[in-house]
């Protein structure tokens, strides 16, 4: 029972970290039908320049204020200056642009920072509790708990404020919303700046437990995507459900069959999802009258 209990822990933790970056696809997703794979390399700025700048100096809860502001206005600048000029290109093309963009940003950070592994202090020590025979570290629960603000955050946003209505409004129906006076641009920008700066806390969260690297991104993006895709591209609540999934279906994979398989489970997910559910679990089969 505490082995089982160990790797559902473990699981639930990094599931965390894929369903934040499953909701930065899906924000970007709903908003422009573009699929962002660089959506990975802003949490890998997230916890990279909050190490160089905590280095350099600079507190901790300060620096992680700076690398999410500063990731932020990356996801913006990624908008302004990679997609919006290509805006009715084809979905290929987009996807090719957010891959280039990923390629691009990890060079960057490989120039700015450096190429070795970092890592952060826990916020609560290092000392794990025992819960029925298991260890969890205080920072796992820091990781849960922050994805679940985020996602508590959301849905208030959402629901509860007229230019969430708006956002949403642009996710339906981009061209309805234009003509009922909705600046969709800003809307698409605004979803980029936003997935970037939750990939970002992310990082931030994340980075004490599993450190991060200048390449941690792509590992992260094709796992967020498969979360995405499991819970049904374009659905929030499937995002998370699909990240948690996956962290969890890697963890057990991980420990009852071997470790070798553990990056395997993503895209043993991907070839599942396409294969017998395309539409994911919360996904909705998409009817277009002709």
Known sequence: MAEFLQFAFSGLTVGAVYALVALGFTLIYNASDVINFAQG?????????????????VPVPLAALIAVAATTVVGLALYKLAID????????????????????????ASIVFDKRFHSLPH?????????????????????????????????????????????????ANRVAAKLSGIDTGFVVGFSFAVSAAI???????????????????????????????????????????????????EAFG??????????????????AVLFAMPNGLFGRTRIERV
């Open 41 to 57: 390399e802003f949490v890998m700025l997230g916890g990279m320049a909050t190490v160089f700048l905590s280095l350099a100096g």
């Open 123 to 171: 916020w609560f020590g290092d000392r794990p509790l025992t819960v029925a025979g298991a260890s969890v570290l205080p920072q796992s629960l820091v990781v849960l708990a922050g994805a679940l603000v985020i996602v508590v955050l959301l849905w208030a946003f959402f629901e509860r404020t007229l230019f969430g209505k708006a956002v949403l409004a642009t996710a």
């Open 85 to 108: 000029p290509a805006r009715g290109a084809s979905a290929v093309t987009l996807i090719i642009i957010t891959i280039g963009a990923s390629i691009f940003l990890r060079g960057v």
């Open 254 to 271: 991980a420990g009852y069959i071997s470790s070798q398989y553990k990056d395997a489970m993503a895209f043993i997910v991907i070839l």
């Open 199 to 249: 990939g970002a806390v992310a990082g931030v969260l994340v980075t004490p437990i599993t450190l991060t690297s200048f390449d941690v991104g792509t590992l992260l993006a094709l796992k967020g995507f498969a979360a995405a895709m499991l819970g049904g591209m374009g659905h929030p609540v499937g995002a998370v459900v699909g990240g948690l999934v996956v962290g969890l279906l």
